[in-house]
Every structure is written in structure tokens, then in C-alpha cells.
């Protein structure tokens, strides 16, 4: 079984790599970092126009129709640009859902927009601290609106629309949880943006008073529609994370071979080889369960649910791993603002609890290991 990407695949990497080199540079990161933009307006012009936000999107909804391992390949890509754009809300989560779940008329209408950069989504699932359950949503829905407060939304105060985790009956079973789409700009709903650890990539709060939502997927499945979006949308942010990892490893392995010490090269030293070493072996072995990831998830395989928790344990090892040796490679430089090394210490803690906390993840494998042994 090969796990390798194929030529033309690896050549669109190469192709999203010079695009993301010379339209999302450390500069442009900062840019959105330090000034009071939400996002990289003309980066995010530039993604759709590449079709790059359509790749995972048939082409009946103007999309490209290119597939899940092409998505994979620009996640990583962003992944190592630390690009300022709502990608993974709008196309992980957003359009995952709409995908398999959304009517057809839910589907010709928003996927488009996503395709052509006209629409920013995003998926309102948390309500505070804590990982995701069906036991932590409260906002309730009733006669077509919702009530409540959804926190942290990835890019909440930016998107068009918003696909809302929502409590329709009260069972205490995960089937009391329904998803719903609200577009936000009807009014209804006050989005209030949010502090956190990496301001490139914009948090907010949603609140719903009454907000007019419409229902999306099955009623009272809306958990499960979740779960499988999850898996999908872990697949995706780890290789994000991976590309994270890589770079910050070219960093730190590029500053040790410059910086001069005593006569020679840090890189040299056997203390900084030791580092550069167990930052390989971690993004290593975090790209080898991404791999088997992208496989799950562009052939739909049973072991999905597995092959995305393990992806997604080991990938936020990497980049946190990577981005927290990179700076102590770079010694007292490498704790200033102006290295880039804490745009990527940064970004690693933010993406660590996009989906869920680690041990979230680890709890999710150990669970899935079990029922699959016992089966």
C-alpha cells in the first residue's frame, strides 16, 4: 500500500508553496498579528481564484471536484505559511457539514459562495471551556430560532453564516442535539470578537436571541453528523499542523547552521544536534499518521475514526513539540517579537484546542480501540 501523494499532487503542493511564498509571507502574518484587520482580505481573494477553496467541492457546486488527499495537501501548505485567512472554518467545518448533511438547496447555495471566496462559514460547537459533548450544549432551539451563547467560533465575527449545535429535546442522548444553519448577517445574533493566544486567527463569541435558523441534516442527528465532521476536519487541521512542525524545524535547523559560537556552528554542538533531532523524529512520525489519515478520509474507510484521533494526537505533538524547540534554539533571540519563532509557538497552541483538547483526542482513541477489539 502506498501512502505517498501522487506527481500530480505534489506538484499542486509545489504550486500552493510559491503561491503561499510570495502572497503569505511572515510579513502578511504579522500584518493581521499586530494591525486590526480580521483576516488577509487579498490572500483569501487569491485562494478561491487559485481553487484552492473549492478543491474538496464537487464541481456541480463550483467547486473543482479535485478530492480530500488534494485538500490535505493545501492544508499543509497553509500549515506551514500560518496563513490569516478563515480556511479551516470555511472549508473543514463549513462545507464538511453542508456536504453530508445540507439539502440541495442548502448546498447550491452556500457552496458556491465558498468556492469563489464570497462566503466565510464557521461551526458554532463550543459553549465555554471544556471539550466537545452533547452534554455541554445548551443553546436551545424552538419554533425555528435559537437561544444561547456559543464560544469560542473560529472567525464568528467574520462569517456569513454559521452551522449551530443545537439542543431539540431533552432525553439526556446525544440525539437530543440538532444542527442548524443561521445566516448571520439576518440579524438575530450578536457576534462579540474574543482574545486568544494567536490574533491571526480570529475567535468570537456568537450570542443567539431569537435568531431564525433553519434545520440542517436529519433532526435529532445532529451528534452524529458532528462526529463524523470532526474526524474529517482532524484529518485536515493535523496536516495544518505538520506543515507547522516542518517549518518551524527548517527554522530552527537554518539558524543553527548560521549562528557562529566559540569559533563554529551551534548546529555543531551536540546539545543542539539532540534538539534538531527529536523535532525530526516527532514531525516524523506525526506526517506518517497523517498520511494514513488521508488515506481514511479520501477513500471513506472504516478506520477513519481511529487513523483521525492518531493523526490528530500526534500532529498537535509535533507542532507544539517543534515550535517550543525551535525557540530554544534561537536562545534569547528567539523570545523576541521580531523573530518569527512565537508567530508559530503561537499558532500551535491555538490549533491544539481547535477541535478539542489532546486528551480529548486520546480519551476519543483509546474509546474507538476498545469498541472496535470488542467487536
Not at 97 to 111: I, N
Request: hydrophobic residues 45%; contains cysteine; glycine residues 10%.
Amino acid at each position: 500500500m502506498n501512502f505517498d501523494f501522487s506527481d500530480d499532487q505534489k506538484q499542486l503542493r509545489d504550486q500552493a508553496r510559491r503561491f503561499l511564498a510570495e502572497k503569505c509571507p511572515p510579513k502578511a502574518v504579522r500584518a493581521v498579528l499586530e494591525g486590526k484587520a480580521d483576516y488577509d482580505r487579498d490572500l483569501w481573494k487569491g485562494l478561491a481564484e487559485m481553487g484552492f477553496l473549492g478543491v474538496a467541492i464537487p464541481e456541480e457546486y463550483g467547486g473543482t471536484g479535485a478530492g480530500h488527499l488534494e485538500l490535505c495537501v493545501i492544508a499543509e501548505e497553509l500549515g506551514r505559511a500560518l496563513a490569516p485567512v478563515p480556511f479551516s472554518s470555511t472549508v473543514y467545518l463549513a462545507a464538511e457539514v453542508l456536504l453530508l448533511a445540507g439539502s440541495e438547496e442548502q448546498k447550491q447555495k452556500w457552496l458556491p459562495k465558498i468556492s469563489s471566496g464570497e462566503a466565510i462559514g464557521t461551526l458554532a460547537l463550543f459553549e465555554g471551556t471544556g471539550n466537545p459533548s452533547p452534554q455541554a450544549i445548551k443553546v436551545a432551539a424552538a419554533n425555528g430560532t435559537l437561544t444561547g451563547t456559543k464560544k469560542p467560533v473560529a472567525d464568528g465575527a467574520i462569517a456569513d453564516f454559521a452551522i449551530v449545535a443545537a439542543r431539540s429535546g431533552n432525553s439526556g442522548r446525544e440525539t437530543d442535539i440538532s444542527l442548524f444553519l443561521v445566516d448571520l448577517k439576518a440579524g438575530g445574533v450578536d457576534a462579540k470578537p474574543l482574545q486568544n493566544v494567536d490574533p491571526s486567527r480570529q475567535q468570537a463569541e456568537l450570542t443567539f436571541a431569537g435568531a431564525k435558523a433553519e434545520p440542517l441534516g436529519a433532526a435529532n442527528e445532529g451528534w452524529s453528523i458532528l462526529s463524523r465532521v470532526m474526524d474529517r476536519a482532524a484529518v485536515l487541521i493535523a496536516f495544518e499542523q505538520v506543515g507547522g512542525a516542518d517549518r518551524a524545524l527548517e527554522m530552527g535547523r537554518d539558524y543553527a547552521l548560521d549562528r557562529i559560537a566559540f569559533g563554529r556552528p551551534i548546529g555543531s554542538f551536540q546539545a543542539v544536534k539532540h534538539i534538531l533531532a527529536d523535532m525530526y523524529v516527532s514531525a516524523t512520525l506525526a506526517r506518517s499518521n497523517c498520511y494514513y489519515g488521508a488515506w481514511a478520509l479520501s477513500t471513506d474507510a472504516g478506520e477513519l475514526p481511529e487513523a483521525a484521533a492518531a493523526a490528530r494526537i500526534s500532529a498537535t505533538q509535533a507542532f507544539q513539540h517543534c515550535s517550543k524547540q525551535n525557540i530554544q534554539v534561537h536562545g534569547g533571540m528567539g523570545f523576541t517579537w521580531e523573530f518569527d519563532c512565537h508567530l508559530y509557538y503561537r499558532r500551535s497552541n491555538a490549533l491544539a484546542l481547535a477541535l478539542g483538547s489532546q486528551s480529548y483526542w486520546e480519551d476519543q482513541l483509546i474509546d474507538r480501540m476498545r469498541k472496535k477489539n470488542a467487536a
